[in-house]
């Protein structure tokens, strides 16, 4: 029973980390709560049920869904972000907030309220294993995430693309001043991690069978909440930081039984945490 | 019993000693100088004597009691006051508004006398004289974060003077200045000097440092590696040694 | 006098502009970014609900009760959020949020889903209008008092910069918590207010999009001021009412005027470096105020 919770926490938190890894990058070289990422998120589910409707072919949706939500990404940089950066904190926040809630009402007036089923079936069948049983989708959502962290961690530490992402994460004055071309490195961030956040969307509608307007609300105070356990910014704590909470509450919840909302649950987590290590789990001063 | 007294004071970030076992002391009414190159530890030294950073190791005293257990605020209300390499105004506030900050000490602990209004002719008077001993008068209407680096370096001077402070830190005040504002500004240091304020003056302008300092304590990688007269330091072999390869070499 | 739908709406932004002037002391004065404050004011709302409804203490008297137990909760609330700064603050304050709506959700003590009802409020429709309006004008005053109070330049200092605050002798743990004990105490003013106008609370009202819509009431106004706070309550108090007959597109409506405002007058309507109050300076020919900057 306990590995059975175990297996579907892993999911939800592999996903989790997944929607967080994009907002990190973003944090990381910009320094804003990018909460609109969540509405990429949601756009990414659409796109790809879009797809899917026209070819039922899960990679290729999973694919041009991954190239849609980069793009969108950039142009939220370019459009949105880019005149608002020298300004203090709180406009570029407020701007988000604003277009997340515009988009969900987009979503919600161009696809309907409603919840749009999204059965797609990769073809990579489950797993049993003794007592676990890790399903069709559960292991759809294990190889995808598995193979985009394990993207993600080469291209970070093994390119000279990555090196410079992390150089200009570290200190974008610094960055450009050693001639990294940080406006580019700053979109290649919002590009990935948008794409991320696409791909998230397409496998949470596809392990959920639900595609919604709102589906992106909780994920962007989750995401939020897991950004700052890992330490703001910080890539390998943000994973560790989805796992945690995506394990964390369905644990919790599985096997305690206690009656309390799964997603203040992330957040008491996260307080908690944050009192003894105020710059999250992985990040420094 | 020296007025200020830094005992083994140590400081170490991520393993990194930026200070290692330094020791000095500070007469009443004179002016100590600090000089080494850049990185030496000179500003970790001022952060860590106004409360803004614990020490990893050592002792603090400041006329005969330790204070480096104390915060901020507390070591600012005992009479030290200090002024930033990079400059902090508040930003947003109008020139004399900065200074009005400063005398709140004595308004901020009580719960009554902080509802006091700041703004009384007592206060703005005093304020407008700090300002003009700085040569600021005219610009008491200005937004702080619009004026040129060289009256935002004179305008952290003044909130530091409004503390009415016995102990001034000053953290390369000169620098970014124009030479021709050197000779006023060392007039204005010599000035607080003689009212009684006892001074430590972090300065990179060997000229200016030699000028008015009776003593200079000489940091290189955080440690102490020369203590005298101007004199003394200057013709140190260790001091010339630190200073080889800097831009700013000695005079 | 006026008829019922009217008051209503009036009563609903009177509250409002309370809540806004409450949060601008916190996020504008004292520059603390809150995103939980709609916690605060259903922390003084259910206060109040169960008062009267559990005591059956008058409104009254209440009132006062409500207003120091706000107070203090806000306080104590604000220890976890005097551990971290900045976007870490941000994002303690929404985990604040979610965390107290779940416990009146979730705590049979607070009724649960099914909330309070059965407040009973002494006054009829109308009285309750004149009574909010006089709760505005009251704090209106006291936060005029504020900002030139020694307690106030010691908030602004923090918001402007905290070491350098705290190197002119403010204390600036202590002055963060009187911000948060001063912002929530006028939230429990709101929700007393709130909980006896409407006689039925539940969690739902006072979840994190209404600590946005509050925090969206300051900045679009002017963050930091206190006519930017007033008329960021009444505008975005009465669009709802406005654009009721396009009811579909009003929620996309007031996410494009968030993303249109922080575009192109990122300071709000009233900011002290916007386009209305510098025609409104070059018009009056004031010579600049020496001390305060607007
Ligand atoms: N807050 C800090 N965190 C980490 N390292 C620091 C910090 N402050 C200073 N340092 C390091 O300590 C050393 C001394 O710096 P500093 O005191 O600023 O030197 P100076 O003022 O003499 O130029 C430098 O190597 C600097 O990088
Ligand atoms: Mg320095």
């Given at each position: 029973m306990i590995w059975q919770q175990f297996a579907n926490g892993l999911a939800i938190g592999s996903v989790y980390a997944l929607i967080a890894l994009g907002l990190t990058m973003v944090y990381g070289v910009l320094r804003i709560l990018h909460i609109a990422h969540a509405g990429v998120y949601a756009l990414g589910a659409y796109v790809g049920l879009l797809v899917f409707r026209f070819i039922p072919n899960f990679w290729l949706a999973l694919a041009i869904t991954m190239v849609a939500s980069s793009f969108a990404g950039i142009i939220l940089q370019r459009y949105l972000y880019a005149p608002l950066l020298a300004l203090p904190r709180i406009v570029p926040l407020i701007a988000s907030i604003g277009l997340f809630i515009a988009m969900e009402e987009i979503f919600r007036l161009i696809a309907g309220p409603y919840i749009l089923a999204f059965p797609a079936d990769p073809g990579l069948g489950g797993i049993e294993w003794g007592i676990v049983r890790i399903?069709?989708?559960?292991?759809?959502?294990?190889?995808?995430?598995?193979?985009?962290?394990?993207?993600?961690?080469?291209?970070?530490?093994?390119?000279?693309?990555?090196?410079?992402?992390?150089?200009?994460?570290?200190?974008?004055?610094?960055?450009?001043?050693?001639?990294?071309?940080?406006?580019?490195?700053?979109?290649?961030?919002?590009?990935?991690?948008?794409?991320?956040?696409?791909?998230?969307?397409?496998?949470?509608?596809?392990?959920?069978?639900?595609?919604?307007?709102?589906?992106?609300?909780?994920?962007?105070?989750?995401?939020?909440?897991?950004?700052?356990?890992?330490?703001?910014?910080?890539?390998?704590?943000?994973?560790?930081?989805?796992?945690?909470?995506?394990?964390?509450?369905?644990?919790?919840?599985?096997?305690?039984?206690?009656?309390?909302?799964?997603?203040?649950?992330?957040?008491?987590?996260?307080?908690?945490?944050?009192?003894?290590?105020?710059?999250?789990?992985?990040?420094?001063? | 019993?020296?007025?200020?007294?830094?005992?083994?004071?140590?400081?170490?970030?991520?393993?990194?000693?930026?200070?290692?076992?330094?020791?000095?002391?500070?007469?009443?009414?004179?002016?100590?100088?600090?000089?080494?190159?850049?990185?030496?530890?000179?500003?970790?030294?001022?952060?860590?004597?106004?409360?803004?950073?614990?020490?990893?190791?050592?002792?603090?005293?400041?006329?005969?009691?330790?204070?480096?257990?104390?915060?901020?605020?507390?070591?600012?209300?005992?009479?030290?006051?200090?002024?930033?390499?990079?400059?902090?105004?508040?930003?947003?506030?109008?020139?004399?508004?900065?200074?009005?900050?400063?005398?709140?000490?004595?308004?901020?602990?009580?719960?009554?006398?902080?509802?006091?209004?700041?703004?009384?002719?007592?206060?703005?008077?005093?304020?407008?004289?700090?300002?003009?001993?700085?040569?600021?008068?005219?610009?008491?209407?200005?937004?702080?974060?619009?004026?040129?680096?060289?009256?935002?370096?004179?305008?952290?001077?003044?909130?530091?003077?409004?503390?009415?402070?016995?102990?001034?830190?000053?953290?390369?005040?000169?620098?970014?200045?124009?030479?021709?504002?050197?000779?006023?500004?060392?007039?204005?240091?010599?000035?607080?000097?003689?009212?009684?304020?006892?001074?430590?003056?972090?300065?990179?302008?060997?000229?200016?440092?030699?000028?008015?300092?009776?003593?200079?304590?000489?940091?290189?990688?955080?440690?102490?590696?020369?203590?005298?007269?101007?004199?003394?330091?200057?013709?140190?072999?260790?001091?010339?040694?630190a200073y080889i390869g800097q831009e700013e070499t000695v005079a | 006098m006026f008829g019922g739908y009217i008051i209503t709406v009036a009563v609903t932004i009177g509250i409002y502009i309370i809540l806004a002037m409450s949060l601008n002391i916190i996020t504008g004065y004292a520059g603390q970014i809150s995103l939980g404050h709609a916690a605060f004011w259903g922390i003084g709302a259910y206060c109040s609900a169960l008062l009267s409804t559990r005591l059956g203490l008058p409104f009254w008297i209440g009132l006062p009760m409500t207003i120091a137990i706000t107070a203090l909760t806000g306080s104590l609330l604000a220890i976890p959020c005097l551990r971290v700064r900045e976007d870490f603050l941000a994002i303690t304050t929404i985990g604040i949020n979610f965390v107290v709506q779940a416990v009146f959700l979730y705590v049979p003590f607070f009724g649960g889903a099914m909330g309070i009802g059965g407040i009973r409020s002494p006054f009829s429709t109308s009285s309750f209008f004149w009574i909010t309006l006089i709760f505005v004008l009251v704090c209106i005053v006291l936060d005029r008092w504020l900002v030139t109070s020694w307690i106030g330049l010691a908030l602004e200092s923090i918001r402007e910069d905290e070491t350098a605050a705290a190197i002119s002798g403010i204390d600036v743990v202590r002055f963060k918590v009187a911000a948060f004990a001063i912002g929530s105490g006028l939230t429990g003013l709101a929700g007393h207010l709130y909980a006896h106008f409407m006689t039925f609370i539940s969690a739902d009202d006072f979840g994190f999009p209404q600590s946005i819509v509050i925090l969206s009431m300051i900045v679009f106004g002017g963050i930091g001021t206190l006519r930017g706070a007033i008329l960021g309550a009444i505008i975005l108090g009465v669009a709802p009412e406005i654009f009721r007959p396009v009811l579909d597109y009003r929620t996309l409506i007031y996410g494009g005027l968030l993303i249109f405002m922080m575009r192109f007058q990122p300071g709000g309507i009233l900011g002290d470096q916007s386009v209305l109050p510098k025609l409104f300076r070059m018009v009056r020919q004031r010579s600049p105020a020496l001390v305060r900057s607007g």
């Amino acid at each position: 029973m306990i590995w059975q919770q175990f297996a579907n926490g892993l999911a939800i938190g592999s996903v989790y980390a997944l929607i967080a890894l994009g907002l990190t990058m973003v944090y990381g070289v910009l320094r804003i709560l990018h909460i609109a990422h969540a509405g990429v998120y949601a756009l990414g589910a659409y796109v790809g049920l879009l797809v899917f409707r026209f070819i039922p072919n899960f990679w290729l949706a999973l694919a041009i869904t991954m190239v849609a939500s980069s793009f969108a990404g950039i142009i939220l940089q370019r459009y949105l972000y880019a005149p608002l950066l020298a300004l203090p904190r709180i406009v570029p926040l407020i701007a988000s907030i604003g277009l997340f809630i515009a988009m969900e009402e987009i979503f919600r007036l161009i696809a309907g309220p409603y919840i749009l089923a999204f059965p797609a079936d990769p073809g990579l069948g489950g797993i049993e294993w003794g007592i676990v049983r890790i399903t069709n989708n559960q292991f759809l959502v294990f190889l995808v995430t598995v193979s985009l962290l394990a993207t993600l961690w080469f291209v970070m530490s093994k390119t000279k693309l990555g090196l410079a992402m992390k150089a200009t994460s570290q200190d974008l004055e610094i960055a450009s001043v050693m001639g990294i071309n940080t406006e580019r490195i700053i979109a290649t961030n919002f590009l990935i991690g948008s794409a991320l956040a696409g791909a998230a969307g397409v496998l949470v509608g596809v392990y959920f069978n639900s595609v919604y307007p709102t589906m992106g609300s909780i994920p962007a105070y989750k995401a939020l909440a897991i950004i700052v356990l890992g330490g703001l910014g910080s890539i390998p704590g943000t994973v560790l930081g989805g796992l945690l909470i995506g394990l964390g509450e369905t644990l919790l919840l599985g096997l305690i039984n206690i009656p309390f909302p799964r997603d203040a649950l992330a957040f008491i987590i996260m307080i908690i945490i944050l009192m003894f290590r105020p710059y999250g789990l992985l990040g420094k001063e | 019993m020296a007025f200020l007294e830094v005992r083994c004071l140590t400081k170490e970030f991520y393993g990194l000693r930026a200070l290692d076992r330094v020791d000095f002391s500070v007469e009443e009414r004179k002016i100590l100088g600090i000089i080494g190159p850049n990185g030496a530890g000179k500003t970790t030294l001022f952060n860590i004597i106004s409360g803004i950073l614990r020490p990893t190791a050592g002792e603090i005293q400041f006329q005969g009691a330790r204070i480096n257990h104390l915060k901020p605020h507390q070591i600012a209300m005992a009479g030290i006051a200090r002024t930033f390499q990079i400059v902090r105004p508040f930003g947003n506030f109008t020139v004399l508004k900065n200074v009005l900050v400063g005398f709140g000490h004595r308004f901020y602990p009580g719960l009554f006398s902080s509802a006091y209004r700041f703004e009384k002719e007592t206060h703005l008077e005093r304020a407008r004289e700090i300002l003009a001993r700085v040569g600021m008068e005219t610009y008491q209407g200005s937004i702080a974060k619009n004026l040129p680096l060289g009256l935002k370096k004179h305008l952290e001077i003044a909130r530091a003077l409004a503390l009415d402070p016995s102990l001034l830190l000053l953290d390369e005040p000169m620098a970014g200045l124009q030479y021709e504002e050197f000779e006023k500004l060392a007039g204005l240091i010599r000035g607080l000097r003689e009212e009684g304020i006892t001074i430590v003056l972090i300065e990179h302008n060997m000229q200016v440092v030699m000028d008015l300092c009776e003593r200079i304590v000489v940091l290189d990688h955080g440690v102490k590696i020369a203590e005298g007269s101007p004199e003394e330091v200057r013709t140190d072999p260790q001091v010339i040694e630190a200073y080889i390869g800097q831009e700013e070499t000695v005079a | 006098m006026f008829g019922g739908y009217i008051i209503t709406v009036a009563v609903t932004i009177g509250i409002y502009i309370i809540l806004a002037m409450s949060l601008n002391i916190i996020t504008g004065y004292a520059g603390q970014i809150s995103l939980g404050h709609a916690a605060f004011w259903g922390i003084g709302a259910y206060c109040s609900a169960l008062l009267s409804t559990r005591l059956g203490l008058p409104f009254w008297i209440g009132l006062p009760m409500t207003i120091a137990i706000t107070a203090l909760t806000g306080s104590l609330l604000a220890i976890p959020c005097l551990r971290v700064r900045e976007d870490f603050l941000a994002i303690t304050t929404i985990g604040i949020n979610f965390v107290v709506q779940a416990v009146f959700l979730y705590v049979p003590f607070f009724g649960g889903a099914m909330g309070i009802g059965g407040i009973r409020s002494p006054f009829s429709t109308s009285s309750f209008f004149w009574i909010t309006l006089i709760f505005v004008l009251v704090c209106i005053v006291l936060d005029r008092w504020l900002v030139t109070s020694w307690i106030g330049l010691a908030l602004e200092s923090i918001r402007e910069d905290e070491t350098a605050a705290a190197i002119s002798g403010i204390d600036v743990v202590r002055f963060k918590v009187a911000a948060f004990a001063i912002g929530s105490g006028l939230t429990g003013l709101a929700g007393h207010l709130y909980a006896h106008f409407m006689t039925f609370i539940s969690a739902d009202d006072f979840g994190f999009p209404q600590s946005i819509v509050i925090l969206s009431m300051i900045v679009f106004g002017g963050i930091g001021t206190l006519r930017g706070a007033i008329l960021g309550a009444i505008i975005l108090g009465v669009a709802p009412e406005i654009f009721r007959p396009v009811l579909d597109y009003r929620t996309l409506i007031y996410g494009g005027l968030l993303i249109f405002m922080m575009r192109f007058q990122p300071g709000g309507i009233l900011g002290d470096q916007s386009v209305l109050p510098k025609l409104f300076r070059m018009v009056r020919q004031r010579s600049p105020a020496l001390v305060r900057s607007g």
